[in-house]
């Protein structure tokens, strides 16, 4: 089975921080995506990459930030931490389009 | 463009009931269709999904659905809820021809009363 592993289930950060969030997958995968779920708004799309160094911007980018160097992960990085930032942070990778998403287990992220 | 929709922020069932979550979709191609469940504090599990061949899927858990092309559902069914079918649950539909983005609809929370 594919893993898709995120370094951190809990995160407390204070604003104005640096925080990286990290996501591996194990099955070679091309496409990786970053994913925020806030209550009532479903599933927001931040970035995704379908290659090492490719991204593209997703739904919600601003404030967000994101590295692929090598194609098993995929880091989301938030530039200065705000509040509005608190939230559950999902990554997904994909590899044929046949198979869906294989999902991590989340980080929710509190920033105070 | 591909969208989905998912009729019921909640839906309550008794346990031993059957359950229905129901999935419209639009797309503008042969879609690939999944749902997805949500544990409390955990990320979304493949539950099932149809691309081609026989239209009822049969998933994990003993979750069905059915692909009706001529109504674009893909509803989720189960003849009998147990307690642990609590969750929340998304369907999603591939995101075109060549795109590898899933849609997904805003979600179902399901809840059983014993």
């Known amino acids: 089975d594919v893993k898709v592993t995120q370094s951190s289930r809990y995160l407390v950060k204070r604003t104005g921080e640096k925080v990286f969030l990290e996501c591996v997958q194990d099955?070679?995968?091309?496409?990786m995506f970053w994913y925020r779920q806030d209550p009532g708004l479903g599933l927001r799309l931040i970035y995704f990459?379908?290659?090492?160094?490719?991204?593209e911007k997703g739904d919600i980018p601003e404030g967000y930030s994101v590295s692929r160097e090598k194609k098993e992960r995929f880091s989301l990085i938030l530039e200065s931490a705000s509040t509005n930032q608190t939230s559950m942070y999902l990554c997904?990778?994909?590899?044929?389009?046949?198979?869906?998403?294989?999902f991590g287990s989340g980080t929710r992220l509190t920033v105070v | 463009a591909q969208s989905v929709t998912q009729l019921g922020s909640h839906v309550s069932v008794s346990e031993g009931a059957l359950v229905l979550l129901r999935c419209n979709y639009s797309?503008?191609?042969?879609?690939?269709l999944f749902w997805y469940v949500q544990y409390p504090n955990q990320g979304l599990q493949l539950l099932l999904k149809y691309t081609t061949g026989a239209t009822l899927v049969k998933g994990i858990n003993g979750f069905e659905a059915e692909f009706k092309k001529s109504e674009t559902s893909f509803h989720l069914t189960k003849p009998s809820a147990h307690m642990s079918d609590a969750a929340e649950y998304f369907c999603a539909v591939s995101g075109g021809i060549s795109s590898y983005k899933l849609i997904f609809g805003s979600g179902t929370r399901l809840l059983v009363r014993p």
């Open positions: 099955m070679d995968h091309e496409n």
């Open positions: 997904a990778s994909r590899g044929d389009r046949a198979y869906g998403y294989t």
């Open positions: 990459s379908y290659d090492v160094k490719m991204k």
């Open positions: 797309s503008s191609v042969p879609p690939y």
